[in-house]
Every structure is written in structure tokens, then in C-alpha cells.
């Protein structure tokens, strides 16, 4: 078999081996990526090529581009596509979801930019390269998807860039470069979408061309001036010119959505428009958008922390009511987004230091089946008997219940440290509704729970929070979640457990 070689772009870039999985139960692979990008970027590229092999970042991106940009020379297309989308995933400035890498259908095909990546010194924001990153999102998934009605080609770390800005999420100025880009971003999509025109791309037919719709500007103006030069006037004139196309390509093709694999690889710190909630990251250090608001306010991380400790602070995340106002906004600009409530946290009032635990640490743990199925929790805690981290390990639940629930233990953990208030998490998670669910064997303290998260929270308020009266669970709630939840595959022996440090084996269904 011949040698694949690297693609000429990533020529003379520097690449690192890491191990990389999605699944905590599934053996790492290895991958290859340029060696100033962290972990998260290695698990996003390991998510979006799938499989359990050995990935390397230029190959796989190779593998996708080199078909797309033939079709696009077959189609008469004139423009360097290939280099075009080498270039944004080298910069960080745009890449597409899973569909394209493993060249497999999607409802929506999407394609996310990453806006932080596009400031510049001295302009702010490079304009003309965030247009052609929209036209070569447009085209690339028109071409992977010929057929498909809807794409998506979405934003994200708004907030970043703002920070990079050295403006507040909570200002008017933000909002309204947040406008700027929105208008920018759809006037140049359905450009983009219009020039593909009846053009035959690939084997599969063209489908229906759309009308234009509800126009965009619609009770949503692009703003008449902003803090980025040149940014009000090139947003009018996209969509001035995508106003006068008489028609589309396709129905819809930008939109908000949650944060995924391709955000990560691309270094994505908030989804979409969202705030960033806290300056802080998980590991205790200042987040890529802090420092960067600090150094375009010519404020030094020593000064900053002077200023904490006179109890002045600079770092106040920004509101549920910005966050809000931010959306209302730009939303009008784009055809998907998800509805506000779900999509707006309250942020805690202001961010603590990271509170580590001791080395030797005491706690406890609970060992109990709720409705049938085992779990252990377990705690350790502060010297003053305070709760500071929490593990749940789960019995013979799905693989990836498993790290759903070890990921969510690791965040409680994660904020416990951070200050946020047991009592919080009790308040919210105590009552919610989801099998398995029923009666409690093994903790006299909670006799009954209507989920496994409803049992975990009322554990720890008996043992942390004395005298926090909860609700009972009623029957019906257990009843109601039962039904709720589709039966699971059993087995008719539990597996042993594996001793430490060894690895269960797994386990392979042969079919005679």
C-alpha cells in the first residue's frame, strides 16, 4: 500500500501524537494534531472521524476536502477550495461537523466558525476572510449535500471576540458588532447560496431551488455603525445584495447551536452567542477570553489580581438579562436558533478561586440500588467536614450512561470548588424525573427516588445539609418515570467486577 503523503498546506507544521477517546470505556486511539493544540481538540477530532483507529488531523481533513474540490472543478467552479478549507481548520477558523469527515448524511449539514479566530490587530475583525469563510462553508456543504434543503453554517465564541475586542458582553457596542456579524454572516450565505444557482454538483440532482422567504432585515436592521471599521457597510451591502437574488439554493442556511466536536477541535471556549459565564477554567486557570480582555485593556493578570483582592473586581460575569438582550438582538438574522430558555443560565454572581482539596481527604461511601439498579456515591471532603468532590459509579448501566453520569459528577465536583453552594445543586436536581426510578434498598435515609440524580441529591442533603426538609416522592412520579423510560437489555449474570488495574474485558456477541 502506498504511503499517504501530507497535504502541502500542513507542510512545516509542527504535529504531536496524543491518546484521544470519546467513549471512557472504549481503549483511547491515537492522535495526530499540530502540537500547540490541547486535549479537547484531540477528543473533538477523535469525535468527529469516528471509528477506533489511529486518526492524523491533515489526512483526515484531506480525505473529505480532495472529493469536494473535485466536484467543484467538475461543476466549473473557479476557486481554490481545497486551500481555502485546509487554511481555516490550520487558522482554527472554521470546520464541519461530523457528516463531511466521515462523508455520511446528516439531517442539517453544518459548518462552524469560530469567531475568536478572526480578530486581527488594528481592525478588529478581518472581514473580508469571515465573507469567504462563509461562501466556502456555503459551497462545501452544498457540495457534500447536493440534495439537502437546509444547512447550517453557524457562529461561535462570540464572547471571545468581544473579549479579544475589549468590550463587555454587556454593552451596547457588543451587541451591536454582534449584529454586524450576524447580518454579515446571512447576507453572504444566501449569496452564496444564490450564485450555486441550478449548477449540478456531484451525482446526486439538484434539488428544488427555494424562494427567498422571510427576508432577513424583517424588524432585524444591521446596525448603522459599529466599533469595527468597515463592518456596518459590508453587512448592508451583503444583504442588500442577497435581497436582490430571486432566488435560493436552499431554505435555510445559518444558525445558532449548541456547542460539538467541531467547536472543540477548533478551540471554542462559549457556544454560539452565549456569555462567558466564568473567567476561570476548570483547572484553575484564566480562560484564552480573560486574557485577552485584559490585554486589550492594557491590564496585567498581577493587576487584575490586586484589584480581586482590594475588593474591586474586574472579572463580573455577564447577566441572564445581557445574555437576553444579546439574543433578541441577532436572532432575527438567522433561521434556526434555539429558544431563549433554553439556551440562558444564570451565572453565579461572582467567580471564586478554585478552593483544592486536601491530599488525604475523608468522606464516605453509599452503596445502594434504586428501582433495581446499583450505584455507589462517594464523597470526599474539606478538613471543616465541607462536601468537595463527588463520584458516581454506575453498576451495569449503558457505556455511555456511565460517562454521562462521571462527566456530570466531575462538574458538580468542579463548581463545589469553585464555591457554588451544596444547597444549589439540592434545589435543582432534587425532583427530576427519569428511570430507573422506585424504591431505594440500601439507604434508610432516602426510602424512595424518582432518579438516580433525585437519589444522589437527597443522599447528600442527609449527610451535609441537616435539617434541609425535601419533598417526598410521590408514587406517581416513580410510576410516571417508569413508564417514561424505554426497558434496557439485561443480562442474566452481573459481570464480575474487575479487580484494580485491570481492564474488563469486553464482551462480543457471535452470531452462529
Not at 418515570?481 to 449474570?493: D, G, M, N, S, W
Amino acid at each position: 500500500m502506498a504511503r499517504m503523503k501530507t497535504p502541502s498546506q500542513w507542510h512545516g507544521v509542527r504535529m504531536r501524537r496524543t491518546l484521544a477517546g470519546v467513549d471512557p470505556d472504549a481503549p483511547p486511539r491515537s492522535v495526530t494534531l499540530p502540537a500547540s493544540w490541547d486535549e479537547t481538540a484531540a477528543a473533538g477530532l477523535a469525535a468527529l472521524v469516528g471509528g477506533t483507529g489511529p486518526v492524523r488531523l491533515a489526512f483526515a481533513a484531506d480525505c473529505f476536502i480532495r472529493p469536494l474540490a473535485a466536484r467543484a472543478a467538475a461543476a466549473g467552479l473557479a476557486l481554490p477550495l481545497a486551500d481555502r478549507l485546509h487554511a481555516l481548520l490550520l487558522t482554527r477558523r472554521g470546520a464541519p461537523d461530523a457528516g463531511l469527515w466521515r462523508r455520511a448524511p446528516e439531517a442539517v449539514p453544518g459548518f462552524v466558525l469560530n469567531l475568536a479566530a478572526f480578530h486581527e490587530p488594528g481592525t478588529g475583525f478581518a472581514i473580508a476572510a469571515f465573507a469567504e469563510a462563509v461562501e466556502t462553508a456555503v459551497l462545501a456543504l452544498a457540495l457534500a449535500r447536493p440534495e439537502a434543503a437546509r444547512i447550517a453554517v453557524r457562529i461561535a465564541d462570540l464572547a471571545g471576540l468581544l473579549a479579544a475586542l475589549g468590550l463587555d458582553y454587556e454593552s451596547a457596542e457588543g451587541r451591536e458588532v454582534a449584529a454586524g456579524i450576524a447580518a454579515l454572516l446571512r447576507g453572504r450565505a444566501e449569496m452564496a447560496s444564490a450564485h450555486l444557482g441550478d449548477q449540478r454538483l456531484g451525482e446526486q440532482p439538484l434539488g428544488e431551488r427555494h424562494g427567498t422567504g422571510a427576508r432577513p432585515g424583517h424588524g432585524f436592521s444591521a446596525p448603522a455603525k459599529t466599533l469595527i471599521p468597515g463592518l456596518a457597510e459590508a453587512a448592508a451591502r451583503a444583504l442588500a445584495e442577497a435581497e436582490a437574488a430571486p432566488r435560493l439554493r436552499h431554505e435555510a442556511t445559518t444558525a445558532i447551536a449548541p456547542a460539538g466536536p467541531a467547536e472543540a477541535l477548533l478551540g471554542v471556549e462559549t457556544g454560539g452567542i452565549a456569555p462567558a459565564f466564568s473567567p476561570i477554567r476548570p483547572e484553575g486557570s484564566l480562560t484564552r477570553a480573560t486574557r485577552a480582555w485584559l490585554a486589550a485593556r492594557g491590564i496585567s493578570a498581577e493587576a487584575a489580581l490586586a484589584s480581586v483582592l482590594a475588593g474591586n473586581p474586574l472579572l463580573v460575569p455577564a447577566s441572564k438579562a445581557a445574555h437576553v438582550a444579546m439574543h433578541e438582538r441577532v436572532a432575527g438574522f438567522f433561521h434556526a436558533v434555539p429558544p431563549l430558555p433554553a439556551i440562558v443560565a444564570e451565572p453565579s454572581p461572582m467567580p471564586r478561586a478554585r478552593d483544592s482539596l486536601p491530599t488525604h481527604t475523608r468522606g464516605y461511601t453509599q452503596k445502594t440500588s434504586v428501582g433495581g439498579h446499583r450505584l455507589y456515591v462517594q464523597t470526599s471532603e474539606y478538613a471543616d467536614g465541607r462536601l468537595g468532590e463527588l463520584a458516581i459509579t454506575l453498576h451495569k448501566e449503558a457505556p455511555s450512561f456511565r460517562g454521562l453520569m462521571d462527566a456530570f459528577a466531575a462538574s458538580v465536583s468542579t463548581g463545589l470548588q469553585h464555591g457554588v453552594p451544596l444547597a444549589e445543586y439540592v434545589e435543582a436536581f432534587v425532583g427530576t424525573r427519569f428511570g430507573p426510578a422506585g424504591v431505594v434498598d440500601g439507604d434508610p435515609a432516602v426510602p424512595t427516588a424518582s432518579s438516580l440524580i433525585d437519589y444522589v441529591f437527597r443522599n447528600l442533603a442527609a449527610h451535609y445539609l441537616k435539617g434541609h426538609d425535601l419533598p417526598d416522592v410521590e408514587a406517581e412520579e416513580v410510576l410516571e418515570a417508569i413508564r417514561e423510560t424505554p426497558p434496557a437489555p439485561l443480562l442474566p449474570l452481573d459481570l464480575p467486577a474487575a479487580t484494580p488495574g485491570e481492564r474488563r474485558r469486553a464482551l462480543r456477541l457471535i452470531k452462529k
